[in-house]
């Protein structure tokens, strides 16, 4: 069935999660809907349900390019490469370098300087690419998912 809540808008990418879902519009506004999974998942910074699509204003000064809704967290990339993560830190998938779970978008200081052209959420663990061709992984290693060569 489709998506009022697009009509008049052209929709360039989406992702869909354990529990949420996610679409960029063409003026790289993101939008999030579903589960609001204690605050985790949709990046309004409340713990409310979304049944309709809902613009994650926290980006309204960015252009979003990419987006990828995990397991009970979220990851997105920025046109000036900045990227951000909210939702559920309890394995460090956030990136910040603790387990606190973010209500909001927080950028991941980590990746500053480098030039991320694609970012990817898991159940538990992200992931991310840079320009030059590196691969970056953090969050639960279990069954070696990290590629670290350890768990």
Known sequence: KKVEAFAGQRVV????????SFAITADGAVWSWGGGGFGRLLGHGD????????????????????????????????ADDAVWSWGNGG?????HGDQQNQLLPVKIEALA?????AVSAGLNHSIA???DGAFWSWGFGGGGKLGHGDQ
């Open 13 to 20: 990418a989406v992702s869909a999660g354990g529990d949420h």
């Open 91 to 95: 394995y460090c998938q956030l990136g």
């Open 47 to 78: 713990e409310q349900n979304q049944l309709l699509p809902k613009k994650v204003e926290a980006f309204a000064e960015q252009r979003v390019v990419a987006v990828s809704a995990g397991g009970e967290h979220s990851i997105a990339l920025t």
């Open 129 to 131: 690419i840079t320009a």
């Open 113 to 117: 300087g480098q030039r991320v052209v």
